[in-house]
């Protein structure tokens, strides 16, 4: 059974705190992706990284960095936290695309629950 | 700017009901148009996808409609039941955009009993 793994739930942090979210898949999967989702605005792309070491940024990309060290895990880390990050965050993993025209699903967590007092 | 517009945004019906959610997108360059159901707690997953070169696509009660003149594409839902209760997200992407998606805003659904 496919799984990614997000290290918490809920997560309540200060404005100005560093916040680190973590997440891991165990599908051998090489594109791993962050979204924070928004009522009304759906899913948006903070970042993407489609190899070790390598990201690239999505559409929200801004106050917001990545890391990926190992293949299986992509960091999400809020630099200086702000009320306006509070939001649910997903990750998700997919093959990458081998072919032209070919397309792979996108397996997510379960999302975690970031409130920025 | 969105460039894919999901409606309506929350949606009732009746067991057995048809609910249908509509997208519209503007970038000719989309070639796959996936749909991705989340209930509640869990994350979104994969419920079905076609691809422009056909105008509908049928797995068990879910249906995808695409009119690709129109640039615009459907999930209807046949006998609706309250399991189907969750948000709907349609999504698209573009050739060689390594797997990258770009999701409405998406539909929250309610199936009564």
Same mark, same amino acid.
């Given at each position: 059974?496919? *799984? ?5 739930? %809920?997560? =309540?942090? #200060?404005?100005?705190?560093?916040? @680190? ?35 690239? *940024? ?5 106050? %917001?960095? =990545?890391? #990926?060290?190992?293949?299986?895990? @992509? ?19 997919s093959f990458w695309t081998s072919g032209v025209g070919v397309h792979n699903e ?12 | ?30 070639d796959y ?18 691809r ?41 992407s573009?050739l060689n955009?390594?797997n ?14």
């Amino acid at each position: 059974d496919v *799984k990614v793994t997000q290290s918490s739930r %809920y997560l =309540v942090k #200060r404005t100005g705190e560093k916040v @680190f979210l973590e997440c891991v898949q165990d599908m051998d999967h090489e594109n791993m992706f962050w979204y924070r989702q928004d009522p009304g605005l759906g899913l948006r792309l903070i970042y993407f990284s489609y190899d070790v070491k390598m990201k690239e *940024k999505g559409d929200i990309p801004e106050g %917001y960095s =990545v890391s #990926r060290e190992k293949k299986e895990r @992509f960091s999400l880390i809020l630099e200086s936290a702000s009320t306006n990050q509070t939001s649910m965050y997903l990750c998700a993993s997919s093959f990458w695309t081998s072919g032209v025209g070919v397309h792979n699903e996108q397996f997510f967590g379960p999302g975690t629950r970031l409130t920025v007092l | 700017q969105q460039q894919v517009k999901q409606s309506p945004q929350s949606l009732i019906v009746q067991k057995g009901g048809i609910p249908i959610i509509n997208c519209a997108y503007e970038n000719t360059a989309f070639d796959y148009f996936p749909w991705y159901q989340q209930f509640p707690g869990k994350g979104p997953a994969l419920l079905i996808a076609i691809r422009p070169d056909v105008s509908e696509k049928k797995e068990g009660r879910f249906t995808i409609s695409f009119n690709k003149s129109a640039k615009q594409f459907s999930l209807h839902i046949m006998d609706s039941q309250p399991g189907d209760s969750a948000t709907y997200f349609c999504a698209a992407s573009r050739l060689n955009a390594g797997n990258m998606l770009t999701f409405g805003g998406g539909t929250r659904l309610m199936v009564k009993p």
